[in-house]
Structures are given as C-alpha cells and as structure tokens.
C-alpha cells in the first residue's frame, strides 16, 4: 500500500488520523479515538462506518502511540 494514502485518509466518524496496521495476514487503518479498524482490501481502504470492527485495547493504544498522521 502506498504510504501516501495514509496522508489523505481520516477516520470517517471522527475525522481524526488513522494509523495504519500492517501484519502478514492484513492490512487495516485504526482509529484510537473511536477505537474501530478498517479494512484495507487491496490498496483501497474500507472507509465505512459500518463495515469497521471494534479494535482492542491493545490495538487502541498502538494506535494511539504511533498515528499515520
Ligand atoms: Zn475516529
């Protein structure tokens, strides 16, 4: 995925940065702040509300720690 995307990319419910997740098994753009994940499927994100999925608390405070923006 292009790291300029991330540049571009707010979270759709809060408009805040994402950060964006990158494991073998997949790729998505957190939000700490409404502490949901979108999915990443190819190079386009799954910007939608309710398509996100409630992240961890782990997953929240990566998130939080390291935002793409
Ligand atoms: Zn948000």
Redesign the pocket.
Known sequence: MDSRLTEVL???????P?FLSRTDARTELH??????GYAVEGDIPVMLEKEARDLTAEEVEAARIRPAA
């Open positions: 707010v979270c759709p419910i809060c408009k805040g994402l939000c700490a702040k409404c502490a949901k």
